[in-house]
């Protein structure tokens, strides 16, 4: 198994974005934060029994390069990438041919939702402006965060 402080070097120096103009966040600083995600998941899927669902190391890797890909320009595009980015990777398949109950699959994607969102900068107004403009679908219904 690969050893947690690697893995963020890893992450870290996959992630190709401007940081100057993404507020000074440093790459190592988003790597935490997606495998700080990895981790909550991972724990979650099991206590929720969840039939094995988990995040790889190459989820994480494919998560770092939809970031590069989105080229965000600013802090507040910089974690609407990140949680976009989970989005993309697992949670909008999430249950998906599986025979999990949705109820169950709801509750997971909200926790994750709520997890993403408590990891992105409260301290300037730019963090409000991303739970206001993230729109995030569960099944037929839709929620603004």
């Known amino acids: 198994m690969i050893n947690r402080n690697d893995l963020e070097l890893i992450v870290a120096e ?4 401007d940081s100057v103009a993404c507020g000074h966040v440093a790459p190592t600083t988003v790597a935490c934060l997606m495998l700080d995600f990895m981790e909550f998941f991972n724990t979650k899927s099991v ?4 039939n094995g669902i988990h995040i790889s190391v190459r989820d994480v890797l494919s ?4 970031i590069n890909l989105y080229v965000p320009q ?33 509750e997971m994607k909200k926790e994750c939702v709520d997890f993403l969102l ?10 409000e402006n991303i739970r206001k403009t993230l ?11």
């Open 118 to 127: 408590s990891k992105c900068p409260e301290d300037d107004d730019e963090a």
């Open 47 to 50: 206590a929720l029994v969840m």
């Open 14 to 17: 996959l992630l190709k974005y």
């Open 135 to 145: 729109v995030f679908y569960h099944g037929t219904e839709s929620c603004r965060v």
């Open 63 to 66: 998560w770092a390069k939809f």
């Open 74 to 106: 600013s802090k507040q595009a910089l974690f609407a990438a990140v949680v976009h980015g989970a989005h993309m990777m697992l949670l909008d398949g999430l249950g998906v041919g599986l025979l999990i109950p949705r109820a169950k699959i709801l």
